[in-house]
């Protein structure tokens, strides 16, 4: 069992580690995403070169290789979906191709999300969308929608998954330390604004 937890870590891993962004951004010409607006390699810094297409296209490639992750562990055992699923998420943030320095999750987090739970993964949707369209900062909707997952997924009865979105919560809130201190000092960069 423990081989095949390592395998599925692995592959989960690798697969969330694909930085869509940087890819689709150079095939486009628009070179490096990261040296623009907050320097990441997702979607709302993909936003930040103007092409809202290729901002769509990254949104779901990686929200996609984290559902695709726990998809295919599942297949193989139901219990290997959590941690290739959680191995997906790690993997983009922590890229080895990238010395390590990857995105701030939230679409492989949700991506992760629909893979173990499609019905929160509407709610966690229905939030960021809620506070997006009133604040138009995208960190601050990532942030609500994450705060408000685990306690969706503990009132649907699934203590199991509400403990896995404590952790990767709590590491969203932790990759997103800068931007809170932008959202207190009222600096960040809001939704659609270019770099």
């Not at 229905?126 to 009133?134: G, M, P, S, Y």
Request: aromatic share 10%; net charge positive.
């Amino acid at each position: 069992m423990i081989i095949t937890i390592i395998a599925a870590l692995i592959f989960g891993y690798l697969l969330g580690s694909v930085p869509f962004g940087l890819l689709l951004t150079r095939a486009a010409g628009l070179g490096d995403v990261r040296s623009i607006g907050s320097g990441n390699i997702g979607a709302t810094n993909v936003l930040r070169t103007g092409n809202k297409k290729l901002a769509a296209a990254t949104l779901l490639l990686d929200a996609l290789k984290g559902t695709a992750a726990v998809l295919i562990a599942r297949s193989y055992a139901p219990d290997l979906a959590l941690w290739a699923g959680f191995a997906a998420f790690i993997g983009h943030l922590f890229p080895l191709w990238l010395g390590f320095k990857g995105g701030k999750g939230v679409a492989t987090y949700l991506g992760v999300l629909t893979g173990l739970s499609w019905q929160v993964a509407l709610i966690f949707a229905a939030v960021w969308l809620l506070f997006a369209i009133l604040f138009r900062y995208s960190s601050l909707a990532a942030l609500c929608a994450a705060s408000a997952t685990p306690l969706a997924l503990w009132l649907l009865d699934l203590p199991q998954l509400a403990g896995l979105f404590v952790l990767m919560s709590l590491i969203l809130f932790l990759k997103h330390h800068a931007n809170i201190k932008r959202l207190a000092a009222g600096t960040e960069g809001r939704i659609g604004a270019k770099g």
